[in-house]
């Protein structure tokens, strides 16, 4: 798996990338101003089932492949191709990597605009 595009095999290959957009349909999805995305891992360490977290966040990180994609399709390809813990194993690895860039990309824009720590909280 590329680190800087990770990829899962569902029904197809699948990159996984966390965009801008993507984190906003995420924040509308649970109520969370679209601003302060930080937010969204206190609801995902609140989500009592685990399969339910892998769900979202995998939506979130295929929203940039189609809009469109309901969390339902992605709990179906879940359930139809991430049998064995080896496949969530992989899945978990590639979004973690799909949050690293993301991260990696937020400081490299704040320390473009030139913000200081302060700022960037």
Known sequence: ???LNPTIKLDKMRTLKFTISG???MAKEINLPPERPERLGYYIKETKSR???LRFLTWGALLHEDENLTLEKTGELLKKYCRSPLKILAL???LDDAGIILKANCEKTKDLLGL???EKS
């Open 1 to 3: 798996m590329n680190i």
């Open 51 to 53: 399969f339910e977290s």
């Open 116 to 118: 200081d720590d302060d």
């Open 92 to 94: 978990i690895k590639a």
């Open 23 to 25: 984190w906003k349909k």
